[in-house]
């Protein structure tokens, strides 16, 4: 069951410009989302959080916007840099439940 | 380093064969979850465990099975491996349910 969705499997921008991920649910009991961020060859590792209870996070170049009512959230990254080229995974949970993770759009940041 | 580690990093065999794969989580985290990804897919949620009792499963075969040891060690049987079962196999744990989870480096499972 998709209850996560990423349709973009793929994104590539310049450095020095925005990078605008998004992902879909389908669970309205989700409220817990996080973006994992994977380079080849390891294990995804914990990027940026929200709660349901916020609309945004930010932490550095990274900023997470949740609209419940879209059920959507975004990651953008300001400015890009090429060492942020990776496969991101949007995931999102409900209270005391497992994760379910999206597909992964894979990001590409030309120098 | 997240913490949580995986054995072995590289595992090669023939269809047929069984091979177990073993996780052991962060110091102090009670849930591990298990992974599969194939091909540059998404990952797939197998199973997860949460103080040695199954908590959840996903889309998991038959043909596997997991299980988490007092130590909160868990390992994940494969077993009547076919070509389709090569792919990359993540271990993950997390203090508690829903929360967030710390992936280990993955094993690689090639079936030939």
């Known amino acids: 069951d998709q209850q996560v969705k990423q349709n973009s499997p793929s994104l590539s921008v310049q450095e020095g410009r925005i990078s605008i991920l998004n992902c879909d649910y389908t669970?309205?009991?989700?409220?817990?989302f996080l973006w994992y961020k994977k380079y080849p060859a390891e294990g995804p590792t914990f990027l940026i959080s929200i709660s349901s209870i916020k609309d945004k996070n930010e932490d550095g170049r990274f900023t997470v916007f949740l609209n419940k009512s879209a059920k959507h959230l975004s990651l953008h990254i300001v400015p890009s840099q090429p060492g942020d080229s990776a496969v991101y995974f949007c995931a999102a949970s409900a209270r005391n439940n497992d994760m379910r993770f999206g597909a992964g759009t894979r990001l590409t940041v030309k120098p | 380093d997240s913490g949580v580690t995986q054995t072995p990093k590289h595992l090669i065999t023939a269809t047929g064969q069984r091979v177990t794969l073993r996780c052991s989580p962060r110091?102090?985290?009670?849930?591990v979850y298990w992974y599969q990804q194939s091909l540059d897919q998404g990952l797939q949620f197998l199973i997860q465990?949460?103080?040695?009792?199954?908590?959840a499963k996903g889309n998991i075969l038959e043909r596997f099975s997991a299980q988490q040891f007092p130590d909160l060690h868990s390992e994940l049987n494969l077993s009547s491996l076919e070509l389709g079962d090569s792919a990359l196999y993540f271990c993950a744990s997390s203090v508690g349910l829903g929360a967030e989870q710390f992936f280990g480096p993955g094993t690689r499972l090639t079936v030939l």
């Open positions: 465990y949460y103080n040695g009792e199954e908590r």
């Open positions: 669970n309205s009991m989700f409220d817990y």
């Open positions: 110091s102090g985290d009670l849930s």
